[in-house]
């Protein structure tokens, strides 16, 4: 059922929450039961003005409920200090579909475990592919807390928030959507300017200080634009994914020219490093993903240095959700303080559905994508590597997969939610959250979300 209206959602709501100048919750397992309900119009709705408003009353929902979008720097700051009790690596989870549903399974996993270090993360190259904007995503996350009971705090990522080059006219896009993202909620941000690293050059501070530079501009932007008593985590990265493994040297050449340029404000809380992967994992020609040799040892070493030397929580492992399931475990033992995790959850998707939907993706592929196919690439390489790229345009149909597939799909998932978060060490860690991360209420308005035409809209004016 789609909304036509804002008084026939209110009236749908009845018995659940009252509007009357402030929210009130009149019946949680009532409201719980309409959060599938309010997903789907928040999602589908073709009337915008009507998705708009419900990213608003999600957010005052959620605020009722004690469910606060969080920034991770203080408990990252207590890391870098050498406060923390406990070793752990907190899990960045990249959902790229079905996030409504995704979402209640990992609350699920942390409340039987008693974690609360986990985060939420989408990334600027994955909002557009799956065509989820930043407010969406959010609403999402919020509405599968509400119906898991999950208070406190929640963290949203905004990852791999990239340039390419440093054309202002790119950097401005770039500043654009960081205004979205922390509008939405997005209180911890990965900005990757790695791409600007210049090897051609000798010396460690030429070939970093573009990057660096960069990343200290964007680090001075976020400041000025952070809601009040809230300090968003900023991460920075010295290697591009996939190329070659980073060094001590590039760590502290970054460091030491970021340090110069930030001095006065909060810096990064964490660096990304290379270590062998590369996202999605390599395809072997039969599409199976080739085992990788990921270089441990240097994760625990600049680790290790980001701490001792420059008080950061540690580096951040991309690339990582395709390694084989033995590896996870060694990476709280290194001092890897986050590591991101995308391609296996969507793997888990593709294999559970029905064969008619992925055949149809597929031919989809091949006739939108075959710019993508590269000389000497299988079939299966091609699918492989351009299947995420269907997700939006296919999301409907995947939200709607007969109910028998969503569940055994997202047990499968939750499954593996389960053993990541032991691997990463991560349960019992939502007493270190509650001791470090001071939740802070946001109030919104309508207007940060919705301009005044699609007010008049809403409200049925002419």
């Not at 209206?5 to 100048?21: F, I, P, Q, T, Y």
Request: proline letters at 3%; one cysteine or more.
């Amino acid at each position: 059922m789609f909304y036509e209206s804002k008084e026939e959602l209110l009236k749908d709501l009845e018995g659940a929450v009252k509007l009357n100048g402030r929210l009130e919750i009149l019946n949680k397992e009532l409201l719980k039961e309409k959060t599938e309900i309010l997903a789907y119009n928040l999602i589908f709705n073709q009337n915008d003005s009507i998705r708009k408003y419900l990213y608003w009353l999600v957010w005052q929902i959620a605020q009722n409920l004690q469910i606060f979008p969080s920034s991770i720097n203080s408990l990252y700051r207590a890391i870098g200090r050498g406060e923390c009790e406990k070793v752990f690596t907190v899990p960045a989870i990249n959902l790229r579909t079905l996030t409504f549903y995704l979402a209640q399974r990992i609350f699920r996993v942390a409340k039987r475990l008693g974690a609360g270090a986990f985060i939420f993360e989408i990334a600027k190259s994955e909002i557009g592919y799956t065509k989820q904007r930043p407010s969406e995503y959010t609403s999402l996350i919020l509405l599968a807390a509400i119906k898991e009971d999950f208070k406190g705090c929640v963290f949203i990522q905004a990852d791999h928030f990239q340039v390419k080059s440093n054309k202002e006219e790119e950097i401005d896009s770039l500043k654009d959507l960081i205004k979205e993202a922390i509008n939405a909620g997005f209180f911890n941000i990965d900005v990757d300017t790695s791409t600007l690293v210049d090897l051609s050059k000798q010396d460690l501070d030429a070939q970093q200080k573009e990057n660096y530079s960069l990343c200290a501009a964007l680090t001075h932007f976020i400041r000025r634009l952070e809601p009040e008593n809230i300090t968003i985590s900023v991460g920075g990265e010295i290697g591009e994914i996939g190329g070659k493994n980073s060094t001590p040297g590039e760590l502290r050449a970054f460091m030491k020219g970021y340090l110069k340029l930030t001095e006065g404000i909060e810096g990064i809380s964490k660096i990304a490093i290379q270590t062998g992967t590369t996202h999605g994992g390599v395809v072997l020609p039969d599409g199976s993903i080739a085992r990788v040799k990921l270089d441990f040892d240097t994760l625990k070493n600049l680790s290790q240095i980001a701490k001792s030397e420059f008080k950061l929580a540690g580096c951040v492992q991309h690339g990582a959700s395709t390694l084989p399931k033995e590896a996870f475990c060694k990476f709280p033992e290194t001092g890897c303080c986050e590591i991101h995790l995308a391609t296996q959850f969507q793997n888990i998707v593709y294999e559970n559905m029905p064969k008619d939907l992925k055949e149809e993706i597929y031919s989809w592929l091949k006739e939108n994508f075959k710019k993508n196919w590269k000389e000497g690439m299988t079939e299966e390489q091609f699918l492989y590597k351009t299947r995420k790229q269907a997700l939006g345009a296919f999301k409907k149909k995947i939200y709607e997969l007969p109910k028998e597939v969503l569940n055994k799909t997202c047990d499968e998932i939750e499954e593996l939610f389960e053993f990541l978060f032991k691997q990463l060490k991560v349960e019992d860690t939502k007493y270190l959250v509650e001791k470090y991360v001071k939740p802070v209420p946001i109030e919104k308005k309508i207007t940060d979300f919705l301009e005044e035409k699609e007010l008049k809209n809403l409200e049925g004016a002419d």
